[in-house]
């Protein structure tokens, strides 16, 4: 059975979260400000992030899949479900629970320019450096990261753990 050692806890979560919300919310004051959320991942980062703006927000999420039940990336990236709100000439937030290699990341930011928004920035819950393939930036890094497999808070092992409130290193 692998190990779950704790990697961050719910109110150290909660204090990353608060703190990259009202940045963005002072950043995007008066701007037509639209969050994109990377499903499954971030689902709960992205719930608990527009919680915390103090400004009017869009919300979409597109659904991307690169892993599959493998622990690390198939290199092979799928776009499952596409964005349905209009982004156009408006300011795009890319909300990703975690970055590793940065390839998801790559095809979705070029997905999302291909529809003419004003601006597209990145932000990410857990910035992980140890195995970056791609140099986007990411623009709001709550964590960042060297090594582990990370689960809880939305993220998973073979779709197992996501549920979890805090953030556990998977140790197999
Ligand atoms: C995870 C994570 C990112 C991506 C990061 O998603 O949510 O989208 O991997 O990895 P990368 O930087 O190496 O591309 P995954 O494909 O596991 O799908 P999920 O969000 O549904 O769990």
Redo the contacts with the bound molecule.
């Keep these: 059975m692998p190990q779950l050692i704790p990697f961050l806890k719910k109110d150290e979560i909660a204090e990353m979260v608060a703190a990259v919300a009202q940045r963005l919310s002072s950043d995007y004051k008066d701007s037509e400000f639209v969050v994109i959320g990377?499903?499954?991942?971030?689902f709960m980062f992205v719930s608990d992030l527009v919680r915390g703006l103090t400004i009017p927000v869009e919300v979409d999420f597109v659904?991307?899949?690169?892993?599959?039940d493998a622990a690390s990336?198939s290199g092979t990236?799928r776009m499952t479900k596409e964005l349905e709100l209009d982004i156009k000439g408006k300011d795009v937030l890319i909300v990703?629970?975690?970055?590793?290699?940065?390839?998801?990341?790559?095809?979705?930011v070029n997905y999302v320019k291909s529809f003419s928004p004003k601006s597209v920035r990145i932000c990410a819950l857990l910035d992980?450096r140890e195995?970056?393939?791609?140099d986007v930036p990411v623009d709001y890094a709550c964590c960042i990261v060297e090594k582990g497999f990370l689960v809880g808070y939305?993220?998973?092992y073979a779709?197992k753990y996501?549920n979890l409130p805090e953030i556990y290193d998977l140790k197999f």
């Design positions: 990377v499903l499954k991942g971030a659904r991307v899949s690169s892993y599959g990336s990236i990703e629970d975690i970055i590793d290699t940065g390839l998801t990341l790559d095809y979705i992980k195995r970056r393939m791609s939305g993220l998973d779709e996501r």
